[in-house]
């Protein structure tokens, strides 16, 4: 609990010093987005948020109560600097984050994100989500190896699933329509086992996993061995973020809007930045991301029907970033024979310019 009150003063003094009117920026969004998922409850959260929003501007951060603190993380993210946005109807849900360049442009690209946003899904086993997974190939989902070893358990002869997986291609916030697949086989893993407690940029950490197709799927993303990321490119980040807030005082509006909120499709805008990975084939990049993400399906603006990287990790301190493989890099490196051949095998679209 003290890091999140640590974490909620830090993003304040920043927001409140670099903002005349932080309190209505903030509150106005955030009771936008209660209206929307939470309409029978909205005035009590926003009775909530408007009181500790006054606390913050004041610098009482500490006045805070404890069981309303997870709240002020989500609503402290709707300064526009860093969004995620909510997808709904197939497209990126902007309406509760006030005018800027990133809103404008996210809404520039919509029409041109639908079919990544359609090829994305969640990844659960137990019922948990544990990653995200995007479409390659009709009955081909690629991943993150380390969400892959939450799925299943290595062996000599092969991957024993420890219980029954699926992915769902639908998951827009507060829908309950499903297009639930399960995961049948895990095609392809490097051999090297990745540590998701610590980061190796030295370990490539893709999977492809073999899905049962149902009714209706989604238009598969494909590849290009051209798709070059470059520093200062705009890109969209498209997965499943997760976290654990809890309501500690047994109030459950708030619970409800926790459950209706995390978990669902989200697209984060960003961009290519520079970094210290300097390891060959490795990006770092500014779109918004938490647990779930891992295995995101990271596109380039212009080319929003190509999957040019996927996300594999990230960090807060001592600075943010996070971290992607750039899939065509991968692909041309003569040292990867085994996951060109799974892409060959399965009819996975590679394009070339």
């Not at 002020?72 to 946005?85: H, R, V």
């Not at 690629?142 to 769902?168: P, Y």
């Not at 086989?185 to 030295?202: E, V």
């Not at 809890?246 to 970094?275: E, H, T, W």
Request: proline share 4%; hydrophobic share 40%.
């Amino acid at each position: 609990m003290q890091d999140e009150y640590l974490w909620v003063q830090s993003q304040a003094e920043r927001l409140t010093s670099a903002n005349s009117n932080f309190i209505d920026r903030h509150y106005i969004a955030f009771s936008k987005l209660t209206q929307l998922l939470i309409p029978e409850d909205c005035d009590k959260l926003n009775n909530i948020a408007y009181s500790g929003l006054k606390l913050i501007s004041d610098k009482s951060f500490g006045d805070i109560p404890a069981n309303e603190v997870s709240l002020f993380k989500i609503i402290l993210n709707f300064d526009g600097s860093l969004p995620s946005y909510p997808v709904l109807n197939g497209v990126p849900y902007t309406a509760v984050f006030e005018d800027s360049p990133i809103k404008t442009f996210t809404d520039s690209r919509a029409e041109s994100l639908k079919t990544a946003i359609k090829a994305t899904g969640k990844i659960t086993v137990f019922d948990k989500i544990v990653g995200t997974g995007f479409l390659v190939a009709p009955n081909v989902v690629m991943t993150n190896r380390h969400v892959a070893q939450l799925l299943a358990q290595e062996t000599k002869l092969g991957w024993n699933f420890i219980s029954d997986s699926f992915i769902d291609f639908e998951g827009e916030t507060d829908n309950t329509i499903t297009k639930l697949c399960k995961i049948t086989k895990i095609l392809y893993a490097p051999a090297a086992r990745i540590n998701s407690q610590k980061i190796d940029h030295d370990k490539l950490d893709v999977a492809f996993l073999q899905i049962q197709t149902v009714n209706n799927m989604p238009e598969p993303v494909h590849f290009n061995t051209s798709c070059d990321l470059d520093n200062g490119d705009d890109i969209f980040a498209i997965g499943f973020p997760v976290q654990q807030l809890k309501s500690q005082d047994g109030a459950d509006f708030m619970q409800k809007f926790f459950d209706r909120y995390l978990g669902s499709k989200k697209v984060a805008p960003g961009k290519i930045i520079n970094c210290d990975c300097s390891y060959p084939g490795r990006k770092c990049h500014s779109a918004s991301t938490l647990a779930g993400n891992s295995g995101s399906l990271i596109v380039k603006s212009n080319s929003e029907s190509i999957a040019a990287a996927i996300h594999y990790g990230g960090c807060t301190q001592p600075v943010r970033e996070n971290w992607c493989h750039d899939i065509a890099y991968f692909i041309n490196d003569a040292n990867n024979a085994e996951m060109r051949k799974i892409i060959a095998d399965n009819d996975c679209k590679i394009l070339s310019l």
